[in-house]
């Protein structure tokens, strides 16, 4: 137990995060989620049932000293870190023409800033370990939408990634950008309607995230766009 890997997943109280913490769990990591929703937490914990393996820590993907203090109570917690994933953000929907600018500014902190302060607060750890980096992305980050700020800032953490990987390559420190496509989840909550066509599920995605960690020692997997079958975009 003691010597499992350590994840950390940002934003995994629901959706895309509490698949990959559920998938890493069922692969033998013990796993920490951050989120901001203490009672959303609380009740993914309940729902794992593995109070020796999961750590909930509420918080904002956006401030540093929360971050910052989410990645030393993992590793106070469970002794080390070897994966760090990125994954909290979300979409106001509105167009850059036409939308609502009072939403803008929390997406692009939470979408751009956050993982950027998570890769600084847990790097130190990750080299201890020769961990790994992943950033989630999206499509939207490789195709430009008419007007789309939400892309702008998923075409951000693209950038993220592959300026990451230069720097902390030299340290044994893997990077890997998943990129989804249209997936079932709460982030269109707040769009009003899931989009047509066939989409992915949270579980799906949450399989591309497991394959790029365990690759064997020495392998970086550094970009892993995921689409359902239909998406023509």
């Known amino acids: 137990m003691t010597d499992s890997p350590v994840a950390l997943v940002t934003g995994g109280g629901s959706g895309i995060g509490a698949a990959v913490a559920r998938r890493l769990l069922a692969d033998g990591h013990r796993v920490a989620v951050t989120g901001r929703g203490e009672e959303r937490l609380r009740a993914f914990a309940k729902e794992v049932a593995e109070p020796d393996r999961l750590l909930t820590i509420t918080g904002h993907a956006a401030d540093y000293a929360r971050v910052r203090a989410a990645v030393d109570a993992t590793v106070a917690a469970f002794g080390r870190l070897d994966v760090a994933v990125a994954n909290a953000g979300f979409a106001t929907h509105d167009t850059v023409a036409e939308g609502d600018p009072a939403g803008w500014t929390e997406m692009v902190l939470t979408n751009v800033l956050g993982p950027a302060l998570l890769i600084r607060a847990s790097v130190d750890a990750l080299r201890a370990t020769r961990g790994r980096i992943v950033l989630v992305g999206s499509v939207a980050g490789f195709v430009p939408t008419p007007g789309n700020i939400y892309g702008a800032t998923k075409w951000a953490v693209t950038g993220l990634a592959e300026n990451t ?57 550094n970009t892993v766009v995921v689409r359902p079958v239909g998406q023509p975009n």
């Open 165 to 221: 990987r230069r720097q902390v390559t030299e340290w044994g420190v893997g990077v890997t950008l998943v990129a989804p496509g249209r997936v079932e989840t709460p982030f269109w909550d707040s769009y009003g309607s899931l989009p047509p066509g066939h989409l992915l599920t949270a579980e799906q995605l949450a399989d591309s995230v497991a394959w790029a960690v365990r690759q064997p020692d020495g392998v970086d997997v």
